[in-house]
């Protein structure tokens, strides 16, 4: 793939145009053979939102030994640390989601307790960023490849890079950074790296994982901010604290009528 190639762009339209065979497919074969429509494309939205699924499986949050008890609220799941320092967590799991450990199995931290779907943030928070960028593109896949529909995985990969390469700041230490903000994980990390190389305290951050709705937001260019949602707030918000935009991407370009940035055009624009 050359420099200066649209990367999200295409990946938008490689997942977006099967999207329409998926609604219809899934539709048609629900009617047919009982499958679960929500499986469908309403399942890759809720993935790409970064949803918090209405039936769910938890996490185990440490190792241990599982003891699983039958209460009348659901089942009553209770893992207890073998070594030490001694620990335990308890779950309760609804009796209508299948089981899917045993009393007295052992299990790892991040293990599965139920036939359900994961929480990503809950993915993100136990097992860590890799596991839940992985598990994001695993599951939008193979809602497409049990509909028959290929697409290769980097087109699944470039949409959530994107999805994860925020970080919220937790403490700011010497950088300019304000707590609560969201930035890009590189700005923190470079951030850290002048605060550090002049001897000054670092800041700390926690990663997050955003819907794809809630990124478009949160852009670099308020004049691709403005032009999906919250227009007003945004135009208001860039006027007021005078941003500047440095038109770097392809909507931006669009709007004002300038040639995008692709291909042959993109070596003029300095590296983002």
């Known amino acids: 793939m050359e420099v200066g190639t649209p990367v999200g762009v295409v990946a938008a339209q490689s997942i977006g145009e099967p999207g329409t065979q998926l609604t219809l497919k ?7 053979i009982g499958l679960d429509v929500t499986q469908g494309l309403p399942r890759v939205e809720e993935l790409f939102e970064a949803r ?4 769910l499986s938890p996490l185990s949050e440490i190792s241990g030994k599982v003891r699983v008890a039958e209460t009348e609220e659901g089942w009553k799941v209770m893992i207890a640390s073998v070594g030490k320092p001694k620990e335990e967590r308890e779950y309760l799991i609804a009796k209508t989601v299948k089981l899917v450990v045993e009393d007295g199995q052992l299990v790892d931290v991040g293990t599965a307790l139920a036939g359900a779907s994961l929480d990503i943030k809950e993915v993100l928070s136990v097992r860590g960023l890799q596991a839940a960028q992985e598990y994001l593109v695993n599951n939008v896949q193979g809602v497409y490849e049990s509909q ?11 949409i959530v890079r994107k999805m ?30 002048k605060v550090l190389a002049a001897g000054g305290e670092p800041a700390s951050a926690q990663q997050i994982v955003l819907g794809i709705t809630k990124r478009a937001l949160f852009t670099e260019s308020w004049l691709s901010a403005a032009s999906f949602e919250q227009t007003t707030d945004i135009l208001t918000e860039a006027s007021t604290s005078g941003r500047e935009d440095r038109l770097l991407g392809l909507k931006e370009n669009v709007i004002i009528g300038r040639l995008i940035p692709v291909a042959e055009s993109a070596a003029a624009l300095p590296l983002a």
């Open 26 to 32: 899934s539709k048609h074969a629900g009617g047919i």
């Open 52 to 55: 918090t699924p209405k039936v």
């Open 148 to 158: 028959g529909i290929p697409i290769n995985d980097k087109h699944f990969e470039v």
């Open 164 to 193: 994860s390469d925020k970080v919220k700041i937790a403490t700011a230490g010497d950088t300019p950074m304000l707590p609560g903000e969201l930035v890009d994980r590189a700005t923190f990390e470079e951030e850290n790296e």
